[in-house]
C-alpha cells in the first residue's frame, strides 16, 4: 500500500477507465462485485467486459477474490489512484506526477504539475495501514455505522481536509492554497520550508512561540482546534514564518472534550521549545481565555459540534423574521407589538448567548446522558422495577414449590433438611483397580499403516497445490455441486 506507479495510466483506454469506475459504483452496496453487475453498470455495447477485466487484473488496479457465497472484483488502491488522478486531468488541475516527498501515517505526498509546469502538492489518504488502524477509537469518521471500507474512510478524510483548508485560506490563515480535490486526492499549493521539527536553530525563538500560541488562540476564536499541532504539522518558511498542515482531525470547541484537546496541543508547543531550544515561558494561553468571534466549526461541520445549538441558531433566525414582520404591523396595536417584540428580542439574546457559551454547547452534545425530562418517564420505570421485582418473588415461589411437588408425602422437605445437618456424612469403602491395554498388533503393521496414512496425506496436499485459482476455481467448484445434486438426485430415484 503506497506506492503510485502512474506509468500504465498512458495506456489504459476509455473502455478501462468505464469497467474501473463500474467496479468502484458496485462497491457502493457489494463487498466483492460480480462480473454480471460490472457489465450492466459499464453498459458496452458489443460486450468484452471480460477482456477489460483481465487487463485492470493484470495491472492490479482491481483484484479477483473468492467469498463465501460469490466470487467477484475488488478495487485496490492503485485502480482508486487512478481514478482519481484520471478525473483531476480531465479538469485540467494536474498534467504530471513527481517524485514522493513524504510519507504520514495516514497519507502520501507527491509532487505534480499543471500545463503550465506551474508545481503544486498532491496528497493522497491512506487510511487502513497498520500504523493506524483504530479510526473508530480516534475519528468519527463511522458517525453511525458499524464498519466501512478503507477507500470510503479515506475519501471522507480528503473531503474533510479540503473543506477545513479552504475555509481557513479564505480567512488568511496561514495555511496552503487549496486548488481541487477528488475522491482521496487533494491538490494544494507548495509550501516552501522545513518542518519545525528538523529545525534546530531559529533567529527569534520568544517571536516564533508567541506566534504559534496566537495561531492557537485564533483558530479557537473561530471554533475550531487543531487537535495535533505539534512539530511535525509545522512549516518553517525561509522568512521564519509557520504554516499549518493537516487538518482531518480538527474538532470543535464546543466538544465535550475540547478543553483537553486544546490544553494538550498547549503543551505539545510548551514541551518542544523547552527540550529544543532550552526556552521555557510562564505565559501561555488557557481554555477560559477563548473568545469565540465565528462559526467555523458549524460551516465546516467539524467534530464535536452539537446539533441541538444548530437547531437554536434555526429558531433565532425565525425569532428575527417573526421580528421584523411584527414591526411592519406595528401600526394596527401598538402596545401588544411592543410586548411582543420584547419578548422575541429575549429569546433571540438568550439564543445566541447559548450558542456563544462553549461550555453548554459541550454540556448538550448528544454523547452525554441527559437525565428525565418529565416525571412520566419516571413513573414509567418504576412500574418497570416493580413489574421485573414481581416476577423474581414468583421465582422465587417456584423454587419453593418444587420440593413440595418432588416428596411423595407432599412434605416439604424442611425436616430432611434439618436431619441431614445434625447426621455426620458416611463415605462408603470402593476398591480401585489399576488396568493396562497390551496391544497385540506387531510393529511391522503398525509402522506400516503409519506410513500408508502419511503417504496419503502427501497426497492430499499435492492435489491442494495443483488447485487452480481464480475463476477456474470458481468454474470447477460450480461443476462440482451440480454433480454433487445430481447424484443425490439420482440415489433418491433409484431407492
Known sequence: MGKLNVSVLRYLTREDFRALAAVEMGMKNHELVPGTLVASIANFKHGGCHKRLMNLTKHRLVAYERGKRYDGYRLTNAGYDYLALRALASKDVIASVGNQVGTGKESDIFLVADKDRKEMVLKIHRLGRISFRKIKEKRDYHQHRQSASWLYLSRLAAVKEFHFMQ?????????????????????????????????????????????????????????????????????LGDDDHITLIDFPQMISTSHPNAEWYFDRDVTCIREFFRKKFDFDSELYPTFKEI??????????????YS?????????????????????????????????NSKSTQKDTRNLLERYLDDSVGALKDSDVSLPFENDEEKINLDQFEKLNLSEEITSLNIEKDLPQENSPDGSTGCNEEAESVDKPVQFKKTKTFSTRSVSTIPPEEIKARLRKQRIKRQQKEQKRRLTTKGEASATNRVKRESRDTINQVVEFCEW
Open 167 to 235: 475555509a481557513l485560506y479564505e480567512r488568511n490563515f496561514p495555511v496552503p492554497k487549496p486548488y481541487e480535490f477528488n475522491r482521496h486526492c487533494v491538490v494544494m499549493g507548495v509550501v516552501k520550508g522545513y518542518p519545525l521539527c528538523q529545525v534546530s536553530e531559529v533567529s527569534d525563538v520568544p517571536a516564533l512561540y508567541e506566534e504559534l500560541m496566537d495561531l492557537l488562540v485564533r483558530l479557537a476564536n473561530h471554533g475550531l482546534i487543531h487537535g495535533d499541532f505539534n512539530e511535525f504539522n509545522l512549516i
Open 291 to 304: 473568545e469565540r468571534n465565528d462559526n467555523l466549526d458549524i460551516t465546516t461541520a467539524a467534530s464535536g
Open 307 to 339: 446539533k441541538e445549538i444548530q437547531d437554536d441558531l434555526k429558531k433565532a433566525v425565525e425569532l428575527m423574521k417573526e421580528e421584523d414582520e411584527s414591526e411592519d404591523e406595528s401600526d394596527e396595536d401598538d402596545n401588544e407589538n411592543e410586548d
